[in-house]
Every structure is written in C-alpha cells, then in structure tokens.
C-alpha cells in the first residue's frame, strides 16, 4: 500500500498512462478505498478521463476496472459527448461570422487537434478554443464581432509586451460556457513569440472539414512544434507533463512521414528550439513509447548543443522572467516588459480590486509587487 500522496498520484497517473497505450493494467491493488478517486482526480487535472475511456470500454481491460469506477467513467463520457455538441455549434458560428467579416484566423491548440487527429472531438478535454490573427488590429476585430455575439472579456493584464492574447466568454443557454482566447502571437513567451509568424504558418495551413470548409489550422509539422512550445511555456506552473498534452505530442509525431520529419527538423533548428522538442520527445516516449526517429533524435541532439535555450528555462518563475526578459533584444523593450509586469493599467488595478479609490493605487502596487516577489521566493 503507498506510504504517501506523492506515490498514490503516481500510481494513480501510471494506471491512467498504460491505459491510454492500450495496455490491460490491473486496478490498482490498494486496501484504501480512496484509490477510485485518486485515479478520478488525476485523471481530471491531466484531462485524459474521457481518453482513457476510449481505451477501455469495449476491450478486456474493462473487466479489470470496478463497476462503480466504469459508471463514473460512462456518466463523465456522456456529459463530455453532449458539452462537445454545444460547444461545437457554437464555435461554428463564430468561425462562420469571422470568416463573412474577412477576418483571417487559424484555429490552433486543443480544437485544432480535436477535429483533426483524435477519434472523437470530446476525447480531446480542453477549457477554451484559441485562434490566431494576423495581429492585435485584427483580433480586436475578431472581438467586436463576438461581442455583438453576447461575449465579454474579463478584467486582464495588457501591454505591448506582458500578454499576446485576451480571452472572451459567454454563458450559452445550457449550462455549458463558451470561452474564446484570441491570440496575435504564439505564446506570452518572449522568446516562442517571436517563432512562426502567422504568414508562415497560414501560408501551410489545412483545412479542418469538421469546422467548415474554410477553418484553417495549424498543419501537423507546426502543430507538433506548437505542442513542444507550449508544454514548457507551462513549466514553471509545475505541469508541463499533463498527460493529455503529451498525447497531443504522441498523436502528431505518429502522424508524420519522412518527409514531414525532415522539415519538421529543418524549422527546430531554425527557431533554436531543439532542446524543447528534444525533452518534449523523451517525456512523451518514456510515458507513450512514443516512436521518433533516430536521426531526428540525433539531430536535434547535436544541434540542441548550440542553443542558448534549453528545457530548463521555465523550470521556475525567475528562469522564466528571466528568459523572457532576455529574449527581447532592445533594452527599451525589456524595461517596458518589466513596466508592464510591475505596473499594469490603473482600470486593471482597481477592478482587480474591487475598488474605485484612485488615492489606494500605490498601495495596490505595492501590494502586487510583494506578492509577485513572495510566489517567486516560494
């Protein structure tokens, strides 16, 4: 029987794992009558319930699995199926209304992959649907047409520097959410920001069919370098290894040829990404058996040498404000990316916190500054 919570997490993300790789594991063999939820939470923060279902009902591995363990599984699969349906009629009309205003965009992260390598859109969990414009100008566009939809944004941190995205939301006449990120650039991070521009990436965009006939999205090459990005864009939150982003890394990288290897290759080693997609590949294989090949492997090995960036830069959150700190060549813009951090828009504060008091800013400031120093110190 584990002796702590650390090995009931990693007993209870082990049994998920080898679910997911069609394997038959046993239920664990624990006399502890929590392990059911141990494997239930786990399964949530790594959003791979639904998944893992896939991979066990209808197969021999169900039989090893409690009936009231299969029962939470068939009701949570079921309200997944009926909120991906909601979510999904939505979505369609929002990308149909973008595209009749002339608004390019690409749909990316988890409901580009979605409608695109997994069996069925509700295995792929996610909170939200991201897209990508050409530039602020054109997702502020984007957000005027959703707001004219019943959407709103919520009070957020902004700058030239400090966000690359905001989000959007609405509560539809169920009760399921519509959240929408709108994205300018890559990532908040500095560094991927400046990686794959949105000519580069339109100009080789596919169409997902089970969006419309003219939803563009990442292709698979820029999907998985995206995913390797976005995993250790994460780090420093403490989990970039969420099973169900891993397995968006095993699914693109199954579904590249040779030839799409080689560029895939060609583009790493271009945007000094080695070192993250190296790591990305040897966390996925170790939980996956994800298969790369070798001479990619090799490559990224040797020319990850040469790279200033390596996996370790969001480990914590002073390695990643310091990265991105450094990623921003002009000193201008560092001090700015600093400004923004520090002191951001006094609407943003006071709404932050509750108040209309202008006279309380500089004690808000303060405040803020010394939480940020304590979560860094932590």
């Known amino acids: 029987m584990p002796s702590s919570e650390t090995n009931s997490d990693s007993i209870a993300l082990a049994w998920l794992a080898s679910c997911i790789r069609g394997e038959q594991p046993h239920w664990p063999d624990w006399q502890d009558a929590s392990i059911a939820d141990h494997i239930w939470q786990a399964g949530l923060e790594h959003g791979v319930l639904a998944l893992c279902s896939h991979y066990i009902f209808g197969t021999p591995a169900q039989t090893l699995v409690t009936p009231d363990f299969q029962q939470r599984l068939k009701d949570y699969v079921r309200q997944a199926a009926v909120r991906e349906l909601v979510q999904e009629h939505e979505i369609k009309q929002v990308l149909k209304l973008l595209h009749k205003e002339g608004i390019s965009f690409l749909v990316m992260k988890g409901t580009s992959l979605a409608y695109s390598i997994y069996p069925q859109p509700y295995l792929r969990s996610r909170y939200d649907t991201d897209l990508l414009f050409q530039d602020k100008a054109a997702a502020e566009r984007a957000w005027h047409v959703l707001q004219d939809r019943g959407y709103t944004r919520p009070n957020a941190v902004s700058g030239k520097f400090v966000s690359h995205e905001f989000s959007c939301y609405k509560s539809g006449k169920t009760a399921v959410p519509h959240v929408l990120d709108l994205h300018w650039k890559l990532s908040n991070n500095q560094f991927f920001a400046q990686s794959l521009s949105f000519n580069e990436l339109q100009a080789d965009a596919i169409t997902v069919s089970n969006l419309g006939k003219t939803v563009l999205a990442f292709n698979r090459i820029h999907g998985l370098l995206h995913a390797c990005m976005h995993r250790i864009a994460h780090k420093a939150e403490g989990n970039a290894d969420r099973l169900i982003w891993l397995y968006d890394i095993h699914l693109l990288a199954k579904s590249l040829n040779q030839t799409q290897w080689a560029r895939f290759v060609v583009l790493a080693v271009a945007n000094e990404i080695c070192n993250i997609c190296l790591d990305g590949f040897q966390k996925t294989e170790s939980v996956f058996a994800t298969a790369i090949p070798t001479n990619v492997i090799n490559v990224l090995q040797e020319m990850g040498k040469k790279e200033a ?52 800013l500089p004690l808000l400031y303060i405040r803020r500054a010394a939480r940020g120093i304590s979560k860094r110190l932590l």
């Open 309 to 360: 960036i390596t996996e370790d830069m969001g480990t914590t959150l002073w390695r990643n404000d310091l990265a991105n700190f450094q990623a921003l060549p002009a000193w201008r813009d560092r001090l700015q990316l600093l400004k923004e951090h520090v002191f951001p828009d006094s609407d943003y504060m006071l709404k932050k916190y509750n108040t209309n008091n202008r006279y309380l």
